[in-house]
Nanobody
C-alpha cells in the first residue's frame, strides 16, 4: 500500500519560512513525478510545484515562483518544499502527490497524480 505523509506545516508570520516534507512508504519517489498542491478554504486544490523524475525539471505556480523550491532526496525517499517569504495568501492545506509515471503532461494538474497524502496545514499570519 502506498502512503505519503506530509509534515512541517504550522503557523508562521508573514515573511517567514517553512519546509514541508513528504515521506513515502510502499513507494519510491525516484522514477516518479511528484508534486505539491494546496487547498485554501472555499477554493479548489491548486498545483504549487512539481518535479519530474525523468529529467529533474521543476515547475512552479506563478504565485510562488522565486519563493518556493521543490527538491527530492532519493536516499531518504523524501520530497521537500522550501517555502520562503510566506504571505497570508499562502495559507492552505498542502498536499504531496505522486504519479505512476516519471513525467506528466501537465505538471501542476492534479488529474495526473495517482497517490496523495493527507495534507498538512500551513497558516501565515499578517
Amino acid at each position: 500500500e502506498v502512503q505519503l505523509v506530509e509534515s512541517g506545516g504550522g503557523l508562521v508570520q508573514a515573511g517567514g519560512s517553512l519546509r514541508l516534507s513528504c515521506a513515502a512508504s510502499g513507494f519510491t519517489f525516484d522514477g516518479h513525478a511528484t508534486g505539491w498542491f494546496r487547498q485554501a478554504p472555499g477554493k479548489e486544490r491548486e498545483g504549487v510545484s512539481s518535479i519530474m523524475s525523468s529529467d529533474g525539471s521543476t515547475y512552479y505556480a506563478d504565485s510562488v515562483k522565486g519563493r518556493f523550491t521543490i527538491s527530492s532526496d532519493n536516499a531518504k525517499n523524501t520530497v521537500y518544499l522550501q517555502m520562503n517569504s510566506l504571505k497570508p495568501e499562502d495559507t492552505a492545506v498542502y498536499y504531496c502527490a505522486a504519479s505512476d509515471e516519471d513525467t506528466v503532461v501537465k505538471a501542476l494538474s492534479r488529474v495526473w497524480y495517482d497517490y496523495w497524502g493527507q495534507g498538512t496545514q500551513v497558516t501565515v499570519s499578517s
